[in-house]
């Protein structure tokens, strides 16, 4: 076992909402639990005692209490928490009612504002009432095409005091983009920004609203929040046209200035839906991922109180688009009492090290960024331990793709020596983790330091066996409370099973490759599918063909990721029609049309031309096999391809040798 790169004091230890959990579960269950270890082990064997526990730990709000904690079945799937339940997500989230600062907001511009516990009550308030005289009603769905702004959240709680369902994706989403989702959940309501921030410039949004809008024929009103042109109210006409203008209106026209009726929360059994959220779409249309109300809180709940030690008060942050679900992690930290400290812009502008300089100006004691970002901001050269004053910083939390070992060193060499640097994993699906920090243990380098409390995550080989040493399937044994109460329109819940349990009947497959070290903490490797992640970002391969294969001079195209410098990077072929080859004219057309309809993260950084492109026998092209090639790895079970020797065109090519 590796030497501890940090490991906490006694005195943190003694004062971690851990270590009170654990003496509570000692204390209800006559328990002798001494370490965190004893305390997982008793969290998966005991799962009732254990959820129960959190429920009353974490305070949870409900207008009926449950009549049993777990109704078990003969599926992962049907199984059943807090059975007959009622409670409001929302009235949990502003519990919460006095002038303390319940959210912090700051753009790249160095715009600045501040809203209150009690301020932000009065607002949902004020929108729930705009929602209720439109007609909005439990279970309608409302979508957000917003940036990362404190109306992007109050819409949301709004939302979910009413009972319906809340889905956004953020503004750099294309037109094509945010159909692929919002088409499949037929929205009664578009919340908008009129532009956003990025790296210096200002986009405007509101032709891509007008045309999503076009698009959405279930939408009956269109909410539109002037962000960065707030004196600019353009006649609608020039973007919305004559269509659209009457479903047409401003936030503040919306919401009004009035005093409004006290805010009402709807009393909702445990699973009601709360978020649609949605898969990266690899291989089609984005999976609609549904998420209940009662377990997205009590296991964010679980994750900030016991994983974070987040306290009432402490400043919270986390780099995120609220088309990521760590917005939707972020937001959850209202339900403790803290500051959440939003940002919008680019994490490196008007520096590589913006975010140090936010944490050190906001005094941010949980800090959250990608390792990417981490990655990027080493290879800089600049080192805030000189530069920053980090003094409240006591947490890093770091996802999207693995932390590695060198960014560990980083960290502790020119960041902070003191802080608790928790590299964690989960995603959509789950709209948590699986792997976790945890503030009163110590922290090996290249490791996430532990599995999540009443998670019964182990890895598996290819029989489903549990391995003790080796990489393998990250897989789930037990049921969990936020796992999907369903995929949109997938009453059968056919879509459902085959994407989380299709490898081992009733174990949920994560899909990443991984291993549990000596230390009892996980090392994951990457995906184990075609999903692209470059910078932490989730991308499905159909997204990008979706825009590639317009081109009339391409045929077909395949996309993998490579490893280059310690980062994934895209590499897209094409093949392209007889007699053409590709120009620089055509990669920077490609490019834009990405970056344009998609996002700057779906943009290759290498475009390649090839003959063919190797498929399966039943015709599907295989990105894993490619990718493997690339990657100088071996291509496993060769006699599934019809066409073998296409991926000889992929091997040893020059324009991957060098950046």
Known sequence: MNSPMWTPSEESVERSHMTAFRREANIRYRLELSDYKQLFQWSIN??????????????????????????????????????????????????????????????????????????????????????????????????????????????MLATASIGAIWSSCSSEFGVQGALDRF????????????????????FDSRARIAQISANLTSVEKIVLIPYVEPDDQTALSEFMGKELAGKFTYWEDFVGTEETPELVFESLPFNHPLYIMFSSGTTGKPKSIVHGAGGT????????????????????????????????????????????????????????????????????????TSARYISAVEKTGIKPIETNQLTELRMILSTGSPLLPDNFDYIYRDVKSDVCLSSISGGTDIISCFALGNPSSSVYRGELQTRGLGMDVQVLDDTGKSLNIGKGELSCLSPFPSAPVGFWNDEDNTKYKKAYYDRFPDIWSHGDWAEITKSDGIIIYGRSDATLNPGGVRIGAAEIYREVEWFEEIIESIVVSQLFDNQERIVLFVKLKDGL???????????????????????????????????????????????????????????????????????????????
């Not at 979508?143 to 990362?148: D, H, K, T």
């Not at 920004?193 to 200002?202: M, N, Q, S, T, V």
């Not at 402490?314 to 992690?329: A, I, K």
């Not at 496993?636 to 324009?655: H, I």
Request: aromatic content about 10%.
């Open 581 to 659: 080859s590709i120009t620089e004219e055509l990669k920077t057309s490609i490019r834009k049309r990405l970056r344009k309809n998609a996002t700057h993260h779906h943009v290759p950084e290498k475009i390649i031309s090839v003959p063919d492109i190797p498929r399966t026998i039943s015709g599907k092209i295989v990105e894993i096999a490619v990718r493997n090639v690339v990657n100088g790895n071996k291509v496993k079970n060769l006699s599934s391809l019809a066409n073998p020797e296409a991926l000889d065109y992929f091997r040893n090519l020059p324009d991957l040798k060098y950046s």
């Open 297 to 368: 809180l009590i296991q964010h709940l679980k994750e900030h109180l016991l994983h974070t030690d987040l306290k009432r008060g402490d400043r919270f942050f986390y780099y995120t688009t609220c088309g990521w679900m760590m917005w939707n992690w972020l937001v959850s930290g209202l339900a403790t009492g803290a500051t959440l400290i939003l940002y919008e812009g680019s994490p490196t502008y008007p520096n590589p090290g913006a975010l140090f300089d936010l944490a050190e100006k906001e005094n941010i004691n949980i800090l959250g």
């Open 46 to 155: 005991n799962p009732e005692r254990f959820w129960g526990l959190m429920w009353d730990f974490g305070g949870v709000i409900a207008e009926k209490p449950a009549s049993s904690v777990l109704d078990k079945s003969d599926h992962m799937i049907n199984v059943n928490w807090f059975v007959g339940a009622r409670l409001n997500f929302a009235r949990n989230l502003l519990r919460f009612n006095d002038d303390s600062d319940a959210i912090i907001f700051t753009d790249e511009t160095g715009f600045r504002r501040t809203i209150t516990y009690s301020k932000l009550r009065k607002s949902v308030g004020r929108l729930q009432h705009a929602l209720h005289s439109l007609g909005v009603r439990s279970g309608d769905r409302i979508a957000g095409y917003l940036p990362n702004l404190p109306e992007t959240i109050i819409a």
């Open 183 to 202: 088409s499949q959940i037929e929205p009664k309501v578009l919340f908008g920004a009129d532009g956003y921030y990025y790296e210096g410039k200002k």
